[in-house]
């Protein structure tokens, strides 16, 4: 097995980023943490491609089937033959690991501990068919995987941001660190090459925690706070917001099916330049399964989908969704954190009702009011 980093070219990573991959000994666990724009999922994806030349089977996984299609869609411009790549999700592996017989809890999710006592009771065997693993968005993800992975894998690398912790069997960047052995070793990488300046700082406003990550020197447009009389009215400020931007990948993050059901409804009646796209974590295949993240257009994803992703432009639909909840919790900040940082050049978010949502208050200087 190779034990020092293979001569892989990658001239669309930063000199940061190009370091710290090439800081990654090929053995060993390792977690590495930056805030979004840092580039953790291309990270992810050269790492993937560094270990599989170990000759091992490289697997990079996601808990988001949708991160899983852009990873996926990534790694075909960056494997090298030979030493192939497969994105899967977290889920798709415990199933072809343990067998669809994988033991579960009540919820559903797979019964960690339980998978512990089987990877330990076949430790060893087939031991040249053991994968090296390596996790994105890995803060989604419970103590327990990593438990298993630690026994299951040659190596672990995992990508994480514990401030945009948005699922129930999330973990801190410490407790991944823990359940991976004291052993494991820890790695930042900073800078926000996706976000404009003006983007950054409205997400700053509701980051929860972790290092202030510096601010980009690209500037842009300011956000745009928006309240709209309805879904027909939304549906029409979209449809003009393709009209103005043809070439953007405009991503609609919504709170509630409903109202992605509706809004797909009234664009495919739009008569948009692109047909618009909307993923469905319910649907098995399909158009609502399978989308083309990379072509221009609107995509509609519910806000539990958006991890990992980004787009030219971010409309988040419908903030009233959320005028119940308490603004300074933790979890809402961390949603919106997570959904701001999703857009590159253009930020709107929209709110029906009488009266602006608490959480859109206070953010003078910030955003314009429309």
């Not at 559903?108 to 090296?132: K, M, S, V």
């Not at 993923?279 to 158009?287: I, T």
């Not at 609107?298 to 030219?312: E, N, Q």
Request: with cysteine; glycine share 8%; charged share 25%.
């Amino acid at each position: 097995m190779t034990t020092a980093n293979a001569p892989v070219l990658h001239p669309d990573l930063t000199p940061d980023q190009r370091d710290c991959l090439d800081a990654l000994p090929l053995t060993g666990n390792h977690v590495v943490s930056g805030p979004p724009g840092s580039g953790k999922s291309l990270l992810a994806a050269h790492r993937a491609v560094h270990l599989s030349l170990t000759g091992r089977p490289t697997l990079l996984l996601t808990r988001s089937n949708l991160l899983r299609q852009l990873l996926r869609d990534t790694l075909q411009g960056l494997t090298v033959p030979g030493a192939p790549v497969e994105a899967a999700t977290v889920h798709g592996w415990v199933l072809r690991h343990f067998g669809y017989g994988a033991p579960r809890t009540q919820d559903g999710w797979f019964d960690w501990t339980a998978l512990t006592g089987q990877a330990a009771e076949t430790l060893g065997e087939d031991d040249a068919t053991t994968p090296h693993l390596v996790v994105d968005e890995g803060q989604d993800l419970s103590p327990g995987f990593y438990r298993v992975a630690r026994i299951a894998a040659a190596s672990v690398t995992v990508l994480a941001d514990e401030c945009q912790r948005l699922t129930e069997t999330n973990s801190t960047l410490t407790e991944i660190t823990d359940a991976l052995g004291r052993s494991t070793r820890r790695v930042e990488i900073g800078g926000n090459h996706r976000n404009s300046r003006e983007i950054a700082s409205l997400a700053e406003h509701f980051r929860t925690g972790g290092t202030r990550p510096d601010i980009p020197f690209r500037s842009g447009t300011l956000p745009v706070v928006r309240h709209c009389s309805g879904t027909k009215d939304l549906a029409d400020d979209i449809t003009a917001l393709a009209a103005r931007h043809p070439r953007d990948r405009i991503g609609v993050i919504v709170n509630s099916a409903r109202t992605a059901a509706d809004l797909m409804r009234r664009l495919e009646r739009a008569g948009l330049a692109q047909e618009p796209q909307l993923y469905s974590s319910a649907a098995s295949s399909g158009r609502y399964r399978d989308l083309d993240l990379a072509r221009p257009g609107v995509v509609l994803v519910h806000r539990a989908s958006a991890k990992g992703l980004d787009f030219d432009t971010v409309v988040i639909a419908d903030a009233e969704s959320d005028s119940a909840a308490d603004p300074t919790s933790a979890a809402l900040r961390m949603a919106y954190y997570v959904m701001i940082t999703r857009a590159r050049e253009r930020l709107v978010l929209n709110w029906q009702g009488n009266r602006m949502p608490r959480h859109l208050e206070g953010l003078d200087g910030r955003v314009h009011l429309r």
